[in-house]
C-alpha cells in the first residue's frame, strides 16, 4: 500500500531496517572517516558531436553529380542545471530511464568529468573544490566491474589494500583490513575463487559487483558513489547489496548511487531521490514522498504498484490517458519539469545554501563539523603517507606475475616454440658452413621468427588493460611510471625464456659454428632483438591502443622491415631504401652474420671469391660469392648495429609510456 504525503521540504535521517543495520560492515583502520557533504549547484554538461549533413541544391535525385556534403558541430545536452545535496548518514538514489544522464552525473559528482569535457557548475566537497586527497577518499563503483580475471577475491582485495591504505599502516594490518572486508561483505566463502569474467568461469554476479564496493571500503571512504550497482543482479542479491549499503550510510558516510529498476523493498531504502528525465530533474527529496509530491501536481497510478515502476513511468513521458491505457504523451515531461522549477527548485537551492551554514555551526550538525575541523589535517596525511614509488613498483610487479603466470609457460606458446626450433633444425641439419646461401636464409629465418612473435603477442598488453589502468588510475592507487615498469619487468621472464629455449635446440641441430662464444653472442643479439621487438609492439599497442587496429599495424610494419631487412631484395628502389635504416630485422640480420662470418674474409678464402665477388678457384658459383659480397663483405659495422638497436630499445619504450600518459584517467 502507498503512503502520500507533501512535497518534500527538508532532509532527514535514514529509517533503516535489521537486516540493512545486520549487512553493514565496519572498518578496522585505526582512524576514522571523515564525513563529507557532496553539494551540486547548476551541474550541467554538453557534448559536441561531429554530424554530417548531405544537401542535393542542385542536382537532380537521378544526377550522377555527387551531393556536397557539409561537417559541422552539433551540441547535445546530457545534464541541464542538476542540483543538489547529499549528506551524511543518508543514501541519494539517482532514478531514471537508460540515457537520463545517470551515468554522467555520478562521474561528474566523482571528479572524471572536468569543465575541459563540456562540464559546468559548481561541486563542493565539505564547501570545498575536489583536490587529490579527498579524491583518495572518494570511493567510485562503475557500472562494469573491471578486474583481473585470473586473480582470486582475495589476491584482488589484498593487492588494493596494500596500494591504496598509507605506508603508516604496517602490512600485517593491510592484510586484516582486507579479511575484514571479505568476511563484512559475505565473501569469505567465494575468497579463494577466481574473479573471472564473460570468458573465464569465475565468482557470480551478485559477488562479483561486492568486490567492487569492497574495492573501495579498504580506504575507508568518506563519499562511496556506485554507478547501478543492482544492474544483472536478482531481486534478493539487489536488495541485500543496497542494504548493505544502506548500513554504511547509517555509519555516518555519504552514499549517492544510481538505480534502474529497484524492487519496492530496494525503494524502501533510499532517504532521498533525485529524478532524471532527458537530463533535467523532476524530483528532488525524500523517497517516502516522492508518490505523494506526483498526486498534487495531478501524476498518480490507477492501482497500487512499485513507486519506482511509476516514477519510471513518468520519467519516460508515460502516464495514465484514459484510466485504462498507458501512452507516451511529449508534454508529459515537460509539465513535470515545469512543475519542478517552481515547487521543488527552489527549496533544493535553499538547503544548498544552508548547507556552508550546517557545516559551520556544530549544534545543528555536530557530525559535520567533526569533519570540518578534522577534514584537512586527515587529507594531508593522506597526501604525504602514500605508498614509496619502489614499493608500489614491487606490488605491481608480483601482481603482475600472478595474474599471468597462466601465460608464462602457457602450453600453446611453448608449443609454437618447440615445433619452430625443432622444424628449423630439421630443415637446416647439420648445415654445411660453406653453404652460404642456406645459412643466411637460417639466419634471416631466425630474425623474423624473433622479431614478428615478441611484436605480436606485446601489442595486446596495454589495450588489454585499458579498463584496469583507467580505473586504478583514477582512483590515485599508484603512479604511471611503476605501472609501466612493473608491467614491461613481469613480461621478461617468459620473453626471454623462450627464445633461450629455441636457440639451445635450433643453433646445435643445424650445426652453426660450434664455438660457445658464438653461441653466446648469438643468444644476446638475439634476445636483444626480442626486447627491441617487443618494445616495438608496446609501443603501437599504447599509442593505438585498439587491439585489432594494433596488431594490424604491427603486421604492416614487421613486413616492411622484414623486406627491406637485407636477405630478400639487395638493391632496393631510392625511395625505400630509408625503411631499412629503421628496421630491426635489418641491424639484427647483420649482427648474426658479424657472429657467425665476421667480415667475409675467411669463407672467401675457402671458397676462393674474389674481392668482387665473382666465381674463385674451387668452382663456387658466382650467386654463392655474391651473397659474401653483398651479405657479408663491407656492411654496417657490428658498433653501429648494436647502438641503433639500443636505441630503438630505448625509443620504443619511451612511446609507449607517452602512449600511456595520454590516457585520461
Known sequence: MLVYGEAPLSVSAPALDDNSKHCSPHHHLNHSSSPVTLMFVDVSFRLKQLHDTTTNMFAWPSSDVENPTIHHLQERTILNG???????????????????????????????????????????????????????????????DVFYPHLTVRETLVFCSLLRLPSSVPKNQKLAIAESVISELGLAKCADTIIGNSFIRGVSGGERKRVSIGHEMLVDPSLLILDEPTSGLDATAAYRLVATLGGLAAKGKTVVMSVHQPSSRVYQIFDELLVLSEGRCIYLGKGSEAMGYFESIGFWPSFPMNPADFLLDLANGVCQVDGTSDKEKP???????????????????????????????????????????????????????????????????????????HETFNSLRVFQVMVASLLAGFMWWH???????????????????????????????????RAIFIKERASGMYTLSSYFMARI????????????????????????????????????????????????????????????????????????????????????????SWIKYISTTFYTYRLLIKVQYGEGKSISSVLGCSSSGLGGQLDTSAATCSFINQDIRGQTPAAVCVGILFIMFIGYRLLAYMGLRRIRA
Not at 557545516?359 to 614509496?388: L, R
Not at 653453404?435 to 598488453?461: C, E, H, K, M, Y
Open 82 to 144: 542538476i542540483t543538489g545535496v547529499a549528506e551524511p548518514g543518508k543514501v541519494l538514489a539517482v532514478l531514471g530511464p537508460s540515457g537520463s544522464g545517470k551515468s554522467t552525473l555520478l562521474n561528474a559528482l566523482s571528479g572524471r568529468l572536468h569543465h575541459a569535457h563540456g562540464l559546468t557548475g559548481t561541486i563542493l566537497f565539505n564547501n570545498r573544490k575536489l583536490t587529490k586527497s579527498i579524491q583518495k577518499k572518494t570511493g567510485f563503483v562503475s557500472q562494469d
Open 331 to 405: 508534454n508529459v515531461r515537460q509539465a513535470l519539469v515545469s512543475s519542478y522549477d517552481n515547487l521543488l527548485a527552489p527549496k533544493v537551492k535553499a538547503a544548498c545554501m544552508d548547507a556552508p551554514m550546517r557545516m559551520m555551526f556544530p549544534e545543528e550538525t555536530p557530525i559535520i563539523t567533526a569533519a570540518n575541523n578534522a577534514t584537512s589535517k586527515h587529507y594531508k596525511s593522506w597526501d604525504s603517507d602514500v605508498s614509496s614509488w619502489f614499493n608500489q613498483f614491487i606490488i605491481l610487479l608480483q601482481r603482475n606475475l600472478k595474474e599471468r603466470k
Open 431 to 465: 648445415s654445411d658452413y660453406r653453404d652460404i646461401q642456406d645459412r643466411l636464409g637460417l639466419l634471416f629465418f631466425i630474425s623474423i621468427f624473433w622479431g614478428v612473435f615478441p611484436s605480436f603477442n606485446a601489442v595486446f598488453t596495454f589495450p588489454q588493460d
Open 489 to 576: 619487468t613481469g613480461d621478461l621472464p617468459m620473453e626471454l625464456i623462450l627464445p633461450t629455449t629455441f636457440l639451445a635446440v635450433t643453433y646445435w641441430m643445424t650445426g652453426l659454428k660450434p664455438q660457445l662464444s658464438a653461441f653466446v653472442l648469438t643468444l644476446m643479439v638475439v634476445l636483444g632483438y626480442v626486447l627491441v621487438s617487443q618494445g616495438l609492439g608496446l609501443a603501437l599497442g599504447a599509442l593505438i591502443m585498439d587491439a585489432k587496429k594494433a596488431s594490424t599495424v604491427v603486421t604492416v610494419t614487421m613486413l616492411a622491415f622484414v623486406l627491406t631487412g637485407g636477405y630478400y631484395v639487395h638493391k632496393v628502389a631510392s625511395f625505400m
